[in-house]
């Protein structure tokens, strides 16, 4: 579109006749020889001299308007339109298109949806693709002119200079505690990751991410992160293992360094143009950009599910209610799993790429996205935005006066209309209870309502260490598996009024012993009734790997209630619960050799009865190890 729309602008040039002065001519006709060979300053020389020597030669206005134009200087194209158009009546409507996109571009929103409306009134025969985006152009003009009279909070924060430098950085990505951002650098047209921690509140000073990454001889750009960090998806241009222009790749932290870039191969990279992924919290969707065939115009945002096999299924475009006609940019699905930012020139905005924001909806369609408004969005390109875990910030890159370098990365906080739904997270480092030595184990987080992992993955081999989101207003199991250790129980249910407010744990593993005893906290039943209720079957699942792990173990399933009601009644009730359990783990193929049941009723509370909590805890399920 943008190539055709050039030949269109410069097109529209040859429809008006030459100077009657002679010098205005000459000066024309020596620009011509320059503009062939793309000599764009001296061209602008002598057109100047030629409109110099003579105020009304429209022909060389209209010639310094679509250079000015292919050069990005959209004010000097305005200001050079502008004077074609008083220089002499306008035969041809395709300069009031010219100067009206100029002037949306430049944000005179009123001048430019009147050029539009002209260029409709005298361009009846006009290519339709040019009504269609002149029409496009003042839906543009009406909502800017109506937003801009509802302007929304901003105050953009430079994120410091240890941060940003005299080069461009752009692109920010940032894990859920918001303790690292990764960033895009461009060093002499290089693109490589850089990285800076926060320690005691500030940043420290940036670094180059990794040589396992970065090279000198390819562009490395437009990344996710992982909200846990240990997951880099990015874009990188003309590798050897590529399957077309740019293709997208995956990383993964290794200790205090990152493994070699895998790219991510056919089901994902295409002959076509593929970049900007976005990855979601939980791993299973990625996000991206692509101008692949099937899509609805240039440049689309399409997504790849994860499969049970640990592969990518065939993208899929996210529809119209995401894509346009036009250009869709930089996706950013924000860790609750739900709210899409993304830059379009195709909705209703200020003039070029805005940002907007979308819902996922019941059905698993996004809404239509909404502007974030002005000032967020300008009539300048305002793209490559991302929001903090705790949707309080937002983060983009600009090149706003007062700045270290070319572009720099600000920061500001998001009105509270523009926010993601509540998440918080749970960071931790698992341990063994005797050594202290970090462990490499197993965590699955599952939301007990969608039956989904939340987060499913190995901690760190050297450090132990794991992050994961969990959006609020759910439950969730929390289990930790590790070889020769038991199996460790927990759970969450995250209201609202918990979200922005992270657990941080250091998790002790006991190894398997006799005497060793484990709470199942995500064992559900209804009141007075032992029927196990769907939740209960992830951890009672992960209870049946252990058991199968160690064929030798033994057990004893334990059934407690609290101390209301009748004592033989709570003695039965925990008998049955007790043995709901036994029955679901032999019918998982458990060897009834490695188990037995009891009901210990209110015999044996772990917590006190005299209040409501202490009450709900001491109606649980344990399991005690009696044989190893």
Aim: overall charge negative; aromatic content about 12%; hydrophobic content about 35%.
């Amino acid at each position: 579109m943008r190539k055709f729309l050039l030949i269109f602008l410069c097109l529209s040039q040859f429809a008006y006749g030459q100077s009657t002065i002679k010098k205005a001519q000459t000066s024309f006709e020596d620009a011509q020889q320059y503009v062939r060979q793309n000599v764009f300053d001296e061209a602008i020389k002598y057109l100047n001299d030629a409109v110099k020597a003579d105020p009304k030669f429209q022909r060389a206005y209209l010639q310094l308007g679509d250079i000015y134009k292919r050069l990005r200087n959209t004010q000097k194209a305005k200001e050079n339109y502008r004077l074609a158009v008083k220089s002499a009546a306008v035969e041809n409507a395709n300069v009031y298109f010219n100067l009206g996109e100029t002037e949306l571009q430049t944000g005179d929103y009123k001048e430019a949806k009147q050029n539009f409306e002209l260029f409709l009134a005298h361009a009846a025969n006009a290519d339709q693709k040019f009504r269609d985006k002149a029409q496009k152009y003042i839906a543009d003009c009406n909502f800017s002119m109506e937003a801009i009279k509802k302007p929304v909070p901003y105050e953009p924060f430079n994120m410091g200079f240890y941060v940003n430098s005299e080069h461009r950085d752009y692109f920010p990505a940032l894990t859920a505690d918001g303790q690292q951002i990764i960033f895009t650098r461009n060093i002499q047209g290089n693109e490589d990751f850089y990285t800076s921690v926060k320690k005691n509140g500030e940043w420290q000073k940036a670094a180059s991410l990794s040589e396992n990454i970065n090279t000198p001889n390819f562009n490395e750009g437009a990344q996710s992160i992982s909200p846990d960090g240990r997951y880099l998806f990015f874009t990188s241009c003309n590798r050897p293992d590529g399957a077309g222009r740019c293709d997208l790749y995956v990383c993964r932290r290794e200790g205090k360094d990152w493994s070699a870039p895998v790219n991510l191969g056919p089901t994902i990279n295409t002959p076509e143009w593929e970049s900007q992924p976005s990855i979601s919290a939980d791993g299973s969707t990625l996000y991206f950009l692509s101008n692949r065939n099937g899509g609805f115009g240039g440049y689309d945002i399409w997504k790849s599910v994860m499969n049970d096999e640990g592969q990518w299924t065939t993208p899929t475009n996210l529809g119209p209610n995401i894509n346009t006609p036009y250009d869709e940019a930089t996706p950013f699905i924000h860790p609750d799993g739900k709210t899409l930012y993304f830059s379009s020139d195709g909705w209703p905005g200020f003039g070029q790429k805005d940002i907007f924001y979308s819902k996922l909806q019941a059905d698993g369609t996004f809404a239509k996205p909404i502007n974030l408004g002005y000032p967020i969005n300008t009539f300048n390109d305002e793209f490559g935005f991302v929001v903090s875990a705790d949707g309080k910030e937002g983060l983009f890159s600009s090149n706003l006066s007062g700045g270290f370098g070319d572009v720099d990365i600000y920061r500001f906080k998001l009105p509270e209309n523009l926010k993601p739904n509540p998440v918080t997270y749970v960071k931790g480092i698992i341990r063994d209870r005797e050594t202290k030595e970090t462990l490499e184990a197993s965590v699955l987080i599952i939301n007990l309502k969608t039956k989904e992992a939340a987060y499913n993955e190995y901690t760190d081999k050297s450090t132990g260490d794991f992050m994961a989101v969990m959006p609020a207003n759910e439950q969730y199991s929390f289990n930790i598996l590790a070889d020769g250790y038991l199996l460790y129980s927990n759970h969450y249910d995250i209201k609202p009024t918990d979200a922005n407010k992270p657990y941080e744990v250091e998790i002790l593993l006991d190894k398997i012993s006799i005497g060793s005893k484990v709470l199942l906290n995500n064992i559900f039943f209804d009141t007075n009734k032992y029927e196990l209720l769907p939740a209960s079957m992830v951890e009672l699942n992960l209870l049946a790997e252990t058991l199968k792990s160690n064929a030798t173990m033994t057990i004893e399933i334990q059934g407690h209630t609290d101390n209301v009601g009748e004592v033989k009644a709570n003695q039965k009730l925990s008998e049955n619960r007790a043995k709901a359990v036994y029955d679901y783990l032999i019918a998982k193929g458990i060897d009834k050799k490695q188990l037995t049941y009891k009901g210990y009723g209110e015999e044996k509370p772990a917590f006190d009865n005299t209040t409501e909590e202490g009450r709900q805890k001491n109606r649980r399920t344990e399991f005690l190890v009696v044989k190893i």
